[in-house]
């Protein structure tokens, strides 16, 4: 307690880093960010752009900086982003910054944070273009986490060809998140192909009788096949669970190099 409060008083340690050690997060403006959640959970904690202004989440990705090193904004816009990187060139200028527009998520690693390695792959599918951006969000959790990620991109049911020339990449992965708007019938039909965990992540594309993924939602649930479902859009979740499995995977197989 005594090395925390001189480090503190020396400006070696911020207030928000300390506070983060004694408590598990650290209280901002904006709100409280949970810097000890991937230690306890083995997910990183995220923060989600929806329903916060620029300036908190900026606030709160200068925190995550600050007591995790690295911040990962989930569901950003341009003035999020925006935002972000201000704060960030102006209190942490050496943080890599990085957007993929795609999955609209932003991360930020301080030069001194250590990613996780993980020796296990995820795959990240999707039916068509259209559900990139939950897919996407799925993949950057995933490989955040330290795992391997391969992405396999428009390979809906309207044309099974496509999947069946991609069952090899299919089953040599680890763990699956397939993503599908509509009826929601792709993650049902790869698991009925490989022996992999598969999280169905039901998209709200489509139109008609799709209602905002509903469609795709109550197909994944009814699956005949064994699968897992998240909620509608959940890249976030699908991604953890993804990165969950990869780390028992790689874990297994680290003891079992140990033992030969």
């Known amino acids: 307690m005594r090395e925390l409060l001189e480090s503190v008083a020396n400006g070696e340690t911020s207030v928000a880093e300390a506070e983060a050690m004694l408590s598990g997060y650290a209280t901002n403006g904006a709100g409280r960010f949970d810097a000890a959640r991937e230690?306890?959970?083995?997910?990183?904690?995220?923060?989600?752009?929806?329903?916060?202004?620029?300036?908190?989440?900026?606030e709160l990705a200068t925190?995550?900086?600050?007591?995790?090193?690295r911040a990962i904004v989930t569901r950003v816009d341009d003035d999020h982003a925006g935002a972000v990187q201000r704060r960030l060139d102006a209190d942490h200028p050496d943080a890599d910054?990085?957007?993929?527009t795609r999955a609209n998520v932003l991360v930020a690693h301080a030069p001194t944070?250590?990613?996780?390695?993980?020796?296990?792959?995820?795959?990240?599918?999707?039916?068509?273009?259209?559900?990139?951006?939950?897919?996407?969000?799925?993949?950057?959790?995933?490989?955040e986490m330290g795992a391997t990620v391969e992405e396999i991109h428009d390979v809906g049911v309207a044309s099974l060809v496509r999947v069946?020339?991609?069952?090899?990449?299919?089953?040599?992965?680890?763990?699956?998140?397939?993503?599908?708007?509509?009826?929601?019938?792709l993650p049902t039909v790869i698991a009925g192909?490989?022996?992999?965990?598969?999280?169905?992540?039901?998209?709200?594309?489509g139109y008609g009788h799709a209602s905002d993924g509903e469609a795709a939602l109550s197909g994944m649930l009814q699956s005949c096949t064994v699968l897992s479902t998240v909620n509608i859009d959940a890249g976030f979740v699908a991604g953890g669970q993804a990165g969950l499995i990869a780390r028992a995977v790689g874990a297994a197989r680290e003891h079992e190099d140990g033992e030969h």
Not at 39 to 58: C, F, M, N, Q, Y
Not at 63 to 69: C, I, M, W
Not at 113 to 139: K, L, R, Y
């Open 63 to 69: 925190t995550a900086v600050e007591t995790a090193g």
């Open 97 to 100: 910054v990085r957007v993929r």
């Open 113 to 143: 944070f250590e990613p996780p390695e993980v020796n296990a792959t995820v795959g990240i599918v999707s039916a068509g273009t259209s559900d990139a951006i939950p897919a996407g969000e799925a993949a950057v959790i995933a490989s």
């Open 39 to 58: 230690r306890r959970r083995g997910v990183p904690e995220a923060i989600l752009a929806d329903g916060k202004t620029p300036s908190e989440i900026a």
């Open 164 to 185: 069946l020339d991609e069952v090899d990449a299919l089953r040599a992965a680890d763990a699956l998140v397939v993503a599908a708007g509509r009826e929601g019938a």
């Open 193 to 205: 192909l490989v022996d992999t965990p598969v999280i169905g992540l039901p998209v709200s594309n």
